[in-house]
């Protein structure tokens, strides 16, 4: 169920993950905090937000978005887009959602290839990411 109210506030409590994405990808998110801030663009003109989101993990937001039929774009380094250092050729997003890697707490670089390792941003420092 979409929210419908205009508001929206900096917290957000969401006490259960919810059905949405991989619920063994480690540092998942709980679907409901899109779908309120989907409620929020929709209560404000945009009927169907086009979402996209550049490290979808354990693909929660693709998840909420196929779940409310909305136009998506998902990548992650995983699939070898590299939010960072990559141009994507596509532009007109509505909501771009963020969830950045657990530095130096979850390795999201282990199964990955050497190359596409020092790219995973779980790993990088943060004075070689403000470099670029
Ligand atoms: C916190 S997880 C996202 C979890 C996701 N929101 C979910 O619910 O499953 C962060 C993701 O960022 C990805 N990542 C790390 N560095 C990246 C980069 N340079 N470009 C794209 N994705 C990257 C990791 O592979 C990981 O899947």
Partial sequence: MIPTS????????????GPYGDNKYRGNYAG???IKLIGF??????????????????????????SLNL????SDIHQ???VVGDDLHD???DLC??????WNMIDYAHDLPEELQKKDMSRMEWKELSRR
Wanted: overall charge negative.
């Fill in 41 to 66: 663009l929709q209560a404000n003109g945009i009927a169907a937000p086009y979402v996209y989101d550049p490290m979808e993990g354990g693909m929660t937001s693709r998840d909420v978005c196929s």
């Fill in 80 to 82: 070898g887009f590299d």
């Fill in 32 to 34: 409901d905090v899109l």
């Fill in 71 to 74: 136009p998506y774009v998902g």
């Fill in 97 to 102: 959602i963020l969830h950045y890697p657990y």
């Fill in 6 to 17: 205009h508001e929206l506030t900096t917290l957000i409590s969401i006490p259960e993950r």
């Fill in 91 to 93: 532009t007109g997003f």
